[in-house]
């Protein structure tokens, strides 16, 4: 796996540091997505925002400790990032978080909302919400362990035990014992049965209403709203009620929504980074990453969607699709070629 190594060859507009969220305007992130935001994915998105944080996919607390592989490794030109850890052990989350600060990440966040039968099995995930108790004694944990913000992202209610009673206790709980200050809240409840993720993202309903509301009953705490979030001008509508907002998928389908980002969110008067621009910022890392081993295609396949909505967007995709397998990078100056003509 790549090294913890600052990358040289990003345009200065483009280049980041550690400590640039901001809390004024309030928060703009991109959701942690297993499969999606790997570190290829999030060196990509950092191309087009110095501003949005970014999250890891969710990293096991039993692959930290016991796997093999570097799960933590990203390139310094990902700051701000937050890493999403997976467990229930307050102990293992510890440990898991003094290695997370002692590699240099900003945040450290806990899935409290993901519903799959694999997280599930693990007793971490949205089951956490049955267990209110046990998360406040992990938040606890981590919080002892490092001087990391501490996060948690959750839903706001599963199967039956949906209420707003039941919420506001799960928050008041992790609040008062763990203390936590700051929660992420995917705006769906979940269903640990019955449905798959995909569903779970999708059916149950949206209710924002309830998570406006558990920012004036708990106005002391920073509380984010993900889900069904897909154009700035809806961000811009939350961030007048609550202190952050996430986006998903619609950042990683067209990423060219984080290039407006930086401006229109927070008011930067850096120029917009172009296509062309992004695709130039990426060449030298694209090298570096296939003499060491890499498959062209493991960083392409987030790229697909950087004409999203634009002419030459399917040339673009096809191309990067067809050409994936080959090894040079020249395969995106090409693809680039088919958008322009």
């Avoid at 003094?98 to 694999?118: F, H, T, W």
């Avoid at 640990?192 to 999708?202: A, D, F, I, M, Y």
């Avoid at 030298?284 to 392409?300: D, K, N, Q, V």
Wanted: charged share 20%; with cysteine.
């Amino acid at each position: 796996m790549l090294e913890n190594r600052p990358n040289q060859n990003v345009q200065p507009s483009m280049m980041t540091s550690a400590g640039l969220v901001s809390t004024a305007p309030g928060r703009f992130s991109v959701a942690p997505m297993l499969d999606w935001t790997d570190r290829h994915c999030r060196f990509f998105l950092r191309q087009l925002s110095r501003r949005a944080l970014l999250y890891t996919e969710m990293v096991t607390t039993g692959a930290l400790l016991h796997g093999k592989g570097d799960y933590l490794a990203y390139n310094d030109a990902e700051h701000p990032l937050a890493l999403q850890l997976g467990g229930s052990e307050p102990d293992a989350l510890a440990r898991c978080a003094k290695m997370a600060q002692a590699r240099g990440y900003d945040e450290i966040n806990l899935n409290v909302g993901c519903p799959s039968d694999r997280v599930q099995n693990g007793r971490f995930g949205a089951c956490l919400m049955a267990e209110k108790d046990r998360v406040a004694a992990c938040i606890a944990a981590m919080r002892e362990a490092v001087s990391l913000p501490i996060t948690v992202k959750t839903r706001i209610g599963i199967d039956e035990q949906d209420s707003y009673t039941f919420l506001c206790e799960f928050i008041d709980t992790v609040a008062a014992r763990g203390g936590c200050q700051t929660f992420i809240i995917h705006a769906r409840k979940a269903w640990l049965s019955g449905l798959s993720p995909k569903e779970n993202r999708e059916i149950p309903p949206l209710d924002y209403d309830r998570v406006y509301q558990l920012k004036r009953d708990f106005p002391s705490l920073r509380l984010m709203i993900n889900g069904g979030i897909t154009t700035l001008h809806d961000t811009r509508e939350h961030l007048q009620r609550l202190d952050g907002v996430m986006m998903g998928r619609e950042a990683y389908q067209n990423p060219g929504i984080l290039a407006r980002v930086d401006s229109e969110l927070f008011g930067e008067a850096n120029p917009l980074p172009n296509q062309a621009a992004v695709i130039d910022a990426m060449l030298p890392y694209i090298e570096r990453e296939l003499s060491c081993g890499t498959a062209l295609g493991h960083i392409t396949r987030h790229m697909l969607g950087l004409f999203q909505g634009m002419p030459g967007a399917r040339q673009w995709r096809r191309y990067l699709s067809e050409h994936a397998h080959r090894p040079g990078a020249e395969v995106l100056i090409k693809a680039l070629s088919c958008v322009q003509h």
